[in-house]
Structure formats: structure tokens, C-alpha cells
Nanobody, 124 residues
Framework: QVQLVESGGGLVQAGGSLRLSCDAS????????MGWFRQPPGKEREFVST????????DYADSVKGRFTTSRDNAKNTVYLQMNNLKPEDTAVYYC?????????????????WGQGTQVTVSS
């Protein structure tokens, strides 16, 4: 079973950038599609992005498309989320997650393993 730990969150002004990392242990992430989700205050968890096992396919929520980029380094067992031009509505706890089966999905139910989350706060 893979374990996931997110880092890189923090407080940033609108228009700024952050890069989140998701470090995996216990098993290579090369067998997993990886996803990023977020939970804004008082709202349900929502899909942000996903990337296939070797990074050949990515998908993004419309709200972050063109601003966020997900990537992975399987040799380092790490997945990244580069977030640019951040907006106050991006404020949320960000989670990375691992999906056992092949192919991408926007549905959290298909991701079996989750990290503990990292807080991102964007001030206006």
C-alpha cells in the first residue's frame, strides 16, 4: 500500500504561485494514476487534476485549466501541482490521491489512497 504526504501549501497573495508536492512511500507510484483534489472551506471535495502513470495524459478542472500544471517524477516517487495566478477562490485544503486502475478519472471514489492534505490560502 502506498502512503502519500503533501507539502508546499501556505499563504500567498492573489496572482502568486505555489508548487505542491506529493511524496509517496511504501510502493512505487509508477503503477498509479495520480490525482489532485481540493476542499474549499464549507464545501465538498472537488477534482483539480489527474495524470496517468507515466504522465502522457493529464486532465484539469475548468476552474484551474491554464493556471495549474500537474507533473510527476516516478524516479523520485513524487507528484507535483504547480499553481500559478492563484485566486482567492483557490483557497482550500489540497489532497493528492492514488488510483489503482488504469486511466484518468475526475471522480474521487476511484482513488483508493489519500494524503492528509495541505492548506493553501490565497489572500485578495
Amino acid at each position: 500500500q502506498v502512503q502519500l504526504v503533501e507539502s508546499g501549501g501556505g499563504l500567498v497573495q492573489a496572482g502568486g504561485s505555489l508548487r505542491l508536492s506529493c511524496d509517496a512511500s511504501g510502493r512505487s507510484i509508477s503503477t498509479y494514476t495520480m490525482g489532485w483534489f481540493r476542499q474549499p472551506p464549507g464545501k465538498e471535495r472537488e477534482f483539480v487534476s489527474t495524470i496517468t502513470r507515466v504522465g502522457q495524459v493529464t486532465d484539469y478542472a475548468d476552474s484551474v485549466k491554464g493556471r495549474f500544471t500537474t507533473s510527476r517524477d516516478n524516479a523520485k516517487n513524487t507528484v507535483y501541482l504547480q499553481m500559478n495566478n492563484l485566486k482567492p477562490e483557490d483557497t482550500a485544503v489540497y489532497y493528492c490521491a492514488a488510483k489503482n486502475s488504469a486511466g484518468i478519472s475526475r471522480l474521487a471514489i476511484y482513488y483508493a489512497t489519500w494524503g492528509q492534505g495541505t492548506q493553501v490560502t490565497v489572500s485578495s
